[in-house]
């Protein structure tokens, strides 16, 4: 699969910005390097088009989702920097092989039109969870289209599936991708943690870059339940997506970091693909 230029796990907390950040951006430092350079080494691919999967778009229990809009926008408005803003052209073709494979496959996929937006009272914006990775992927220079996702609740093997379906929609065209899969880890990795601290949060982060940095989704797929219930992530469904869009493929791990000095694991993970395994 020469044309799946590559793939990324990047995280998407608003600080990242540096109009939102400012002084913040210190205690991330880590996260704020390897995410510049994971949005380099995607760009060097030359991709025309990037797919991303959020966690914090339009979430439904029975279903993914996709945009379907001719032109999305996004801006940091809600985080006090209503000027930093984004659009983006949406790959209308790619997304017409996605829906056909996600069918194929039996992937209950939504697609998010402006009629679709007004019966549920959504919004088509680019959200905060796919917004600070395209900020990253913009700053490299990448001016291409984009595709926009949303997980469902749905189970992690059927996570896995939809990326499988994502594959084969990127293999039948002529043309470079990437795909991001936009997380967060635990969120209550110390006292005063957004979703308040539990000790296991920790264990839960250290098993995921794991397996993230070993391609395993079967390590991911064998996770404690309970641990995943105390770790209060919202990146792990988005992970087994792009496992997915990797399944069967050979991939290299390029960059790689994590840190949680605010409460919230951040790991930033980049892979180039080699072709079939």
Known sequence: MDNLVGCAVMPHPPIMIPEVGKNELDNIKNTVQTAGQVAEMLKEGNPQTVVIITPHGPVFED??????????????????????????????????????????????????????????????????????????????????????????????EEMYTFGKAVQAAIGSMDKRVAVIASSDLSHRLLPGAPAGYSPRGAEFDRQVVQALKNIDVKALLNLDKNLIDEAGECGLRPIFFLMGVMGGLEAEVINCSYEGPLGVGYAVVSYKIKGKK
């Not at 069918?103 to 549920?120: F, P």
């Open 63 to 156: 279903a993914v989702t996709v945009c379907i809009h001719p032109r999305l926008r996004g801006s940091m408005a809600s985080f006090g920097a209503p000027d930093v803003t984004l659009g983006f052209e949406t790959d209308n073709l790619l997304i017409k092989h996605i829906i056909r494979n996600c069918q194929r496959l039996g992937i209950n996929l939504m697609e998010l039109t402006d009629d679709t937006a007004k019966n549920y009272r959504i919004s088509l914006k680019i959200d905060h969870g796919a917004f600070v990775p395209l900020y990253y992927l913009n700053k490299a220079g990448f001016k291409g289209q984009i595709v926009l996702l949303s997980m469902g609740m749905l189970a992690y």
